[in-house]
């Protein structure tokens, strides 16, 4: 194992005042506390950082070797930090006081177990931000559509002239943004059942619920367990809060029912009487005893029975937060799309071929695929998340004309989806794109929605949808 300590001394003077203020009045929190943080990514970062700097004794424990992260350490370098490299080291987490796992940690790992009985708390670095924010959160959480729903209650609230903080799971830790936070009218956080699952004290003034459906059981296990888990954060609800839910999901609506928030239902595809909903076209909405609010869709960028979901919790979402009408509509109108989600591409030949590479599960590619009323030649395949692949059976039967399988899944969706659509299996990602424009006629569409995570062939999605993109550019001229 490479085991190397940091010895360098930590300068208090080197810290903003704002938090060395909050140090001098808070530093017993962690003082002198034993602090092993699972995992070097970013929120690993975050919270060594942060509890270092609150005098707690940090240990780093990661399994990927010192040669691969050198860059990061760099970023600790005048903090008194000691790392376990190579292994994740159960002695060193039986010897903590507090453990911080990192997202993408399972807390089945080995010695997590054995952790628990001791009675060791297992957090995640949103657990230490959420302690420290005096503002009201917004949390949005959801199997998908997180992101979207985030960015664009912050468009909407900061168009109407409110200060926002965003972060979690977003990209940014909450932890690194505490000032920030504590400065803004709102923060919003994006939160993945990781977070949820290791972040007891999280109390949000208004909760958003988009939808449950099956992902990351490969680290879950159940669909089930799953499900309790995004529940969960309704139970953290308290009886002056709001919880904004979708009703039209099963799995949703069963998940909020031991909640104390107040609840506010939406429907992105039929009428209801309270809550939001769509009804000839338009959005409603009617919250508490006001009358019922249209909102057209007209000149809405954000396409498709999926985003009326993520728009309708974020209307809701906006007036709650004390938006006016005519500000919100005006601003739902200037929000762009994001990337890699359902992101049209170009036209080449009659045929118009779109990016949706962070459909990462089932859910989403089905949501691409009810999108489009042209035949698909859908490109999809890549890290399993032992999901099953059948939901999707109905959709290819009746919209891809053909099925390119690439990455680490593709038999696996073979099996499951192959007999219900033509199929061809691939290496890459250009070998795709070229069987998919010389199959393509005009009025067709070409989709890469893989269905699948992208760390068997790429870095991340993002790196997945643009090589997709650039192989596609290529062909295009
Ligand atoms: P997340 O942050 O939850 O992963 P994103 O907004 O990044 O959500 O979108 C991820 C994927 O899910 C994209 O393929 C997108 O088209 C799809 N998507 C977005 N909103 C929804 C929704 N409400 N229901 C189903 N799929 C959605």
């Known amino acids: 194992m490479d085991y190397s300590v940091y010895s360098g001394a930590f300068k208090f003077d080197d810290i903003e005042t704002p938090l060395r203020t909050y140090l001098i009045i808070m530093i017993d929190f962690l003082k002198d506390k034993k602090v092993v943080v699972v995992g070097l990514g970013r929120s690993g970062v975050a919270a060594a950082k942060y509890a270092s700097l609150r005098g707690a004794h940090v240990f780093v424990s990661e399994k990927r070797n010192f040669s691969e992260l050198k860059d990061v350490v760099s970023q600790l370098q005048n903090l008194r930090i000691e790392y376990s490299f190579g292994q994740n080291d159960p002695q060193l987490l039986l010897n903590a006081d507090l453990i911080v796992a990192s997202p993408g940690v399972p807390l089945d790992i080995c010695g997590f177990n054995d952790v628990r009985k001791k009675g060791i708390p ?74 949820i699952e290791t972040t007891p004290s999280l109390s949000p003034k208004i909760a958003v619920l988009l939808n449950i459906t099956p992902d990351h059981l490969d680290r879950h296990i159940s669909f089930k367990k799953y499900a309790n888990i995004k529940a969960r954060l309704f139970e953290l609800l308290d009886k002056e809060s709001y919880g904004i839910y979708n009703v039209a999901d099963e799995t949703v609506k069963r998940s909020v029912k031991k909640s104390a928030a107040y609840l506010i239902p939406f429907d992105a595809t039929s009428k209801r009487d309270t809550g939001g909903w769509f009804e000839k076209g338009a959005l409603w909405t009617k919250i508490f005893t006001e009358k019922a609010s249209k909102w057209s869709l007209e000149g809405v960028m954000l396409k498709g029975a999926h985003n009326r979901e993520n728009i309708l919790a974020s209307i809701i979402t906006a007036v709650l937060c004390g938006c006016e009408k005519e500000k919100i509509q005006i601003a739902l109108k200037s929000f762009r799309g994001l990337s890699h989600r359902i992101e049209f591409v170009c036209e080449y030949n009659g045929v118009r071929y779109y990016n949706d590479s962070k459909g990462t599960n089932v859910g989403a590619t089905l949501a ?65 794109v070229d069987i998919a424009s010389q199959c393509a006629n005009a009025g067709d569409v070409v989709l890469l929605s893989p269905a699948c995570a992208s760390f068997d062939m790429f870095k991340d999605y993002a790196e997945r949808g643009d090589v997709f993109v650039r192989a596609v550019k290529k062909i295009a001229g």
């Open 122 to 195: 297992i957090v995640s670095e949103l657990e230490l931000a959420v302690r420290e924010i005096e503002k009201p959160i917004i949390a949005v959480t959801g199997t998908n559509g997180k992101t979207t729903t985030t960015r664009l209650i912050d468009h909407l609230l900061s168009s109407c002239g409110l200060k926002t903080c965003v972060g979690g799971n977003i990209g940014t830790a909450l932890l690194d943004l505490i000032n920030e936070a504590n400065r803004a009218d709102w923060v919003i956080a994006e939160v993945s059942s990781y977070q």
């Open 368 to 432: 691409a695929l009810e999108y489009f009323d042209e035949p698909v030649i859908l490109i999809a395949g890549g890290q399993d998340k032992q999901t099953g692949y059948e939901v999707l059976i109905p959709a290819v039967k009746s919209k891809v004309k053909l099925l390119i399988l690439l990455g680490e899944s593709k038999l696996k969706m073979e099996k499951d989806l192959g007999k219900y659509t033509k199929t061809v299996l691939v290496d890459t990602m250009e070998e795709a």
